[in-house]
C-alpha cells in the first residue's frame, strides 16, 4: 500500500524534519496518518522563514518548486488530507505566487497558498502557524494537543518545513542522496546556498563555501537570532537544527551586536507569557544601560535569563539568550553569566 | 475515571486521569501561587507563576501540566522559587499600584504573594504609569495600568458572554488590552471625556477630585474610533469577578454616598440590599459562601447611618406580582412568544443592543430596585410626608449592570446611588464595621417585608419560579373572578418549581400552571442567551417564558460579588438562598402583606398608575460611550 510504503521509505531514508525542531517525519506522519479527524485533515507547508541569515526556503522555491508541491501532493494522499496549504511569509507571497499557483493549477492539485499576515518570527511555530490561518493572534497555543492530533480548525495536521516536502520528494522518487541546504552569510561574503551532505560539521560546510577559518571572524551557527556563537576554533562541530553560519567580524562593537539580537527578541516576543513579554525587555533595557556605563545587576542578570530559559511559554522566549550567552562566553571570554 | 498515584513533595496523592497538578495541589490545600488560571476559564498558562519542578521535565506550569501515573513533583525547590520571584516580580511592575483608595486592598492576591515569597516590588521599575483608565458608559471602569495582561478578561467577554468587547492588540511588551475597535493608546487624539455627576472615579481609584461633574456621557463617544457597531459593553462585571488584580471594577458610588452619610442635610437615607448580597457578602468577611448575613446586614446599614435599612426582595415581590399579571395577559394576546424576563439589566442592554428585533419581547415590569426604589419615592415618601426630591436611595447589589440602569433616564433617578457587595464590604472595613460580629437586627418595616420567592431572585431561575408560583394563583383568581387582582381565600397555590433550579446554562421545562400548559426556559450567561436567541431566530423552538441571566448562575455570581468566584462558590450562594425561601412563612409575593397593601391603598385599582410605576419601554441602543480617563 502507497501509505505505508512513503511512510517506511522516509522512515529509512532516517529524515529529520528540516524546520528546526529535530523530529523525525516519518514518525510525524505516523501520527497524523493514525489521528483521527472529525471531518478531514490538512497538509500544510510552512515556508515562514523568518530566522535570520536562513534562505535556504527561498533558494528551493526558486528552484525546486515542482518538487516541493510534489511533496505535498505526496503527504497528501498519504494521510488523506483532501486540502493542502502552502503558508508563505509575505515577501514569499508575492515572489512565487505566480509561479506556484501554475504548477499547483496545471496539477489540478488542491492546494492554496496562504499569506501570511506579518514577517514575524513566531509565526512560524507549528501552532501559531494554526492560529495565523485561523485569522486569531499569531502566537504559539499551548501543546497538548499537538497539530498532528488537533491543528488547523481542531482537525490532525500535518505541518512541515518547505526543505522536508522536497525532500519527501525525492525520497519517492528514489533521488534522495542525504543532502540538505546549507546558507552562508555574513561579513565579506556573499548570500550562499549550498546542497551538501547532511551531518558534516561546520568546518567542512565552511570549506565546501571557501572560506578558511581564521581569528579575524566568529560564526553564528544555526539561525541568526537564536543560532550559537562559536570561535573560529570551536567549528569542529554538526549543526544543530537550522544548517546555517553566519560570519561576524571579530571587531565587530560589542553593543552592536548583543543589541541587535536583544532587540530582536523584545520586538519579536508575541506578548503572551510573562518571562518573554517582560524578561525580553527588562533584559534589552538592563544590558543597554551595561553598555553606556558599564553598570550591571548581576543578580537581575541572571535572574531575567533563568526565568526566560525555564518558564517561557514557547522556544521562542528559551532560546532568546542563546546567541548573546554564547557570544560573551566563547568569543568574550566575559563571565557575565551563569555557566551554560 | 481511572485513579492513579503521584508523589508531591514526598508524599503520595490519588488523582485522576486529565486532572492537572495544580488541581490536586490545590484540592490537597497545597500552596501554589497562580494568577491567570480560573475554573471558569481555559487554561492559559501566560503568568507562569504556578511553577512546580517534575523530575525529568524540570520546571513546568502545574495548571497546565496533566498528571502522569507515578510523577515526582516538587513544589518549593531552589529553582521554583528564583523563577517564581522573577516572573511575580516581573508582574508587579506591569502592576501600578494604588492600594490606597482600592477596594480590594484587604483582598489582594499581589500583596499577598508579595508578602509572602519576599519579592523585590521595585526590582523593576513601574512600566506602564501612562496607561489609560477606560470607562464603559456609567457602570464598569477598566484601569490598564493595573493590567497583568492576563487575558482572563478577555476571554469571558468572548466566551462566556459572546460580547468581544475586549481585545488584545500589539505584540510583546507593547501588548495591551482594551475595548474593541479604540486606539491604542494616543491621549493627545482623544476628546476631552465629558462626565455625568457620578462618572470618574472607579472603585480602586483615586482619580475622584480632579474629575468635572455634572455633565452627561453621551455626547463625547462618537468621535473615538467608533470603528462599526458590532461590539458593546452589557456592564455585567464577569470581567471584574475574573479579573485576578482588580484593574477592573464598577464605576465607583461609595464615596458620594459616603460624603452623604457624613452631611446628610435635609435628606433621608435609605439603603436597600439585593437578594443574593445577604448570602455572600460574608465572603469578605472571612466567611464560608452561603452564610446568611441578612441580619447583621440590617444592623450594618443603621450603624454606617442609613436611616431606613430595607430590602430589594420587596421590590422584587412587586415585581413578581406585576410580571405574573402581565405574563397572563401575554398568554391571551397575540404578542408574540416568548415573554422574557427584563430584572437583568445586562441582559436588556444584550437584547437592545445585539438583538433589537426581540426588544417587544421583554416584559415592561420594572427591575425589582427600580420597582421598590419607585415605591420609596411614592408611597414610602407618602408616608413620611417628604419631597422624593429629599431622599436618597442607595441599592446595595450584586451587579454593575444596575449602575447603568439606575441611571437611565427613564428612571427617574428613583435610585440613587448603586453600590456592588464588594464596595459596600469596602465601605464597611473602612468604617472598622465587623460585619460578622454585628448583633443581627430587623430590616425596617414596611419595606423590609419580604417572600422567599423574592429572595430566590438572586439565583438563576428564581424569576420564573417566583412568577409561576404567583402566576398560578392568578390563573386561579382569573378562572373564579374574571380578573386578575389578588382576592382572598383562593386555593393554595404550586410553591416549588425544581426543575428551574440549578446551574446549568440552559434549563427547558414544560410546567403546568393553573390548569395551563408552559413551556418555559432558564438561561444563564449570555453566551447561551445568544446560542437560545439564534435558534428562536430560525423558529426551531417554541417557548412561552423564558428566564435570562447575564451571570453565571444569576446574581449569585454577578460582577459585583466577592472575588473570587466559581461554581462550588456559586452553588454554595443559590443553595442558601433556596434554604431562606424554605424557612420563610411567606413564599409567594402575591401573599406579602405589604404588596397586599400597596395595591390596596395606594394604587387601589389604578392600572394607569401601576403602568406608570412599575413598568417602561426598551429601545434599540447604539454602541454606548467609552473613554479615557
Known sequence: M????????????????RGCNNFSTADKWELVRKAKAKDEKFVICNVSESEPGVFKDRYILENYPEKVVDGIKIAMKTIHAKKGFIYLNPEYYEQFYDYLINIINSENSNIELYEKPLHDYVGGEETAVVNSMEGKRVEPRLKPPFPV????????????????????????????????????????????????????????????????????????????????????KQLNRKFSGLASIIIYNINKSEKDVVMKWLDFFKNESCGQCVPCREGTYRLRNIMEEYFTTGKLDKEVFEDLIFSLQNTSFCPLGRISVNAMLSYFKNIKNKNLNEKN | MKKIKININNKNYFAKLGETILDVALREKIEIPHLCKHPDLSIKANCRVCLVEVKGMGLVTSCSTQVEEAIEVFTETENIKRARKTNLELIFAEHIEKCDTCIYQNNCILLKYAKEYDLKISRFEERKKHYPIWQFSDSIQFDSSKCIDCRNCVEVCEKMQTCNFYEIAERGVETVVKPRGQPVCHPELLPVPDWNSRAGVSESSNQVSEMPKQVRHDTCLDLLNNNDNKFDCTYCGQCIAHCPVGAISGVAHWQDVEKLLENRGNKILIAQIAPSIRVSIGEEFGQEPGKIMTGQLAASMKKLGFDYAFDVSLGADLTTYEEARELIKWLESSKPRPMFTSCCPS????????????????????????????IIKTYFANILKKDPLDIIVVSIVPCTAKKHEANLEKHAKVVDYVLTTREYAYLLHKHKIDLPNLKPEDLDKPLGIHSGAAVIYGASGGVMESALRSADYFLRVKKQTGSIKYKKGIAMTRIEFKQVRG?????????????????????NELGNARDFLEKLKENKIKYDYVEVMACPGGCIGGGGQPVPTNSEIRAKRAAALYKIDENLPIRTAHNNPVVQKIYKKYFKGDEELIEKIFHSKFKAVEKAGYYEI
Not at chain 1, 510504503?5 to 524534519?17: Q, S, T, V
Open chain 1, 2 to 17: 502507497f501509505t505505508q510504503k512513503i511512510i517506511k521509505k522516509i522512515k529509512k531514508a532516517g529524515l529529520i524534519g
Open chain 1, 149 to 232: 492530533i488537533s491543528g488547523f480548525l481542531n482537525e490532525p495536521t500535518l505541518i512541515n518545513n518547505c526543505e522536508t516536502f522536497y525532500a519527501v520528494s525525492l525520497i519517492n522518487s528514489n533521488e534522495y542522496k542525504n543532502t540538505k541546504f546549507y546558507c552562508l552569510s555574513g561579513d565579506g561574503v556573499e548570500d550562499q546556498v549550498l546542497e551538501l551532505p547532511v551531518g558534516i560539521t561546520v568546518s567542512q560546510a565552511l570549506k565546501k563555501f571557501n572560506h578558511t577559518p581564521n581569528n579575524n571572524f566568529f560564526y553564528q551557527i544555526s539561525g541568526g537570532a537564536s543560532g550559537t556563537c562559536y570561535n573560529h
Open chain 2, 347 to 374: 441582559w436588556v442592554k444584550f437584547v437592545e443592543f445585539f438583538y433589537p428585533e426581540f426588544i417587544s419581547h421583554l416584559t415592561t415590569t420594572n427591575s425589582p430596585q427600580i420597582c421598590s426604589g419607585s
Open chain 2, 503 to 523: 446551574t446549568q446554562g440552559i434549563k427547558e421545562a414544560t410546567v403546568k400552571v393553573g390548569g395551563q400548559k408552559l413551556n418555559i426556559a432558564v438561561i
